[in-house]
Every structure is written in C-alpha cells, then in structure tokens.
C-alpha cells in the first residue's frame, strides 16, 4: 500500500525496498523453526528489518509530501509504537500474557490506518499488482504439481490417485 501511493522511482526507495525484501527472506526462512522448535528468533529478526525499513519510509514521506505530511507522521510514529510493543512482547512476555498482547497487537496493526486516517492508494497499482500475485501462485500450483508427481514416480508409488489430485490441483 505505501508504495502504490509514495514510490518516488528513485534509488533511496529501490534499495529500501531490496532491505524489506531481505527482511522477508530473513522471516520466511524462520518459518520452519516457528514449526520445529518453536523459536520465533528469525521471524522477529526479518520482521523488525521490513518495519525499520517501513518506518524509514513513513519518516521519508512526512518530509516529502505537505499536504499529507501529518497523516504520515500520524502513521510512522504509530509504526515506532508498534514496533516498541512487540520487541517488549517478544523480549518480555511469554505464556498467556505473550498471546494475549499479540492478538492486541495485531488489531493495533490492523486499525493503525484508520487511526492515522491515511487512505492514500493507487487503486489501478494495486489491482495490477494483485493480478501479478495471482499469476506467480498459479505458477506455484503447477511447479508443486510437478514436483510432487515426479516423486512420486520416482519413488514408484503412481497410481490413479495421484493422477486424479494432480488433475484436480
């Protein structure tokens, strides 16, 4: 949302955006030890570099557009709120209290643009771009399609089973 409404097509906003994307790899590869072992190390790790790198941004924007400039602000510092509140959760709680300040943390983070009254969207880029999401889970479909037929063949358990799931995939 905030770069359909504030992307500059300048080299500041590309590199941002190359950190946010690392931070997402960084949260993405956490995934498996959220599963495994239940350490959220990682995770917190890729989502504290998008939010700085998001925070950063907010800043950037108050700066940059004056006639939205407090809504911006409004929006960055509700972000540093944020952001404070769940390193304290993350560092500080645990068990039921943990839980329950994350479901409060998370309709904090649901109800931070109405709270900075900040609509700003392009509704065309946002449209193209969840036409290019659906385009890459499509594809995803048919590589996981693929991928799991060829196992199977290889490891010779085919039958009409999994011909019929991967037709119907």
Known sequence: WFSSAYDKGDR????????????????AAGTTDVFETGSLTLLAIGWTIQRIVLIFLWFRACHNENDLADRAAKFAW???ALRL??????????GTTFYLLTAILIVAELCLPAFARHFNWHRSHITERHGLLFIIVLGECVLSVSLSVGTATENGIWNWRILFEATAA
């Open 12 to 27: 500041v906003h590309t590199v941002a955006t190359f950190v946010m994307v690392f931070g997402s790899c960084i949260l």
């Open 78 to 80: 509700g972000l540093v």
């Open 85 to 94: 509140a769940w390193s304290a959760a993350y560092y500080f709680m645990s």
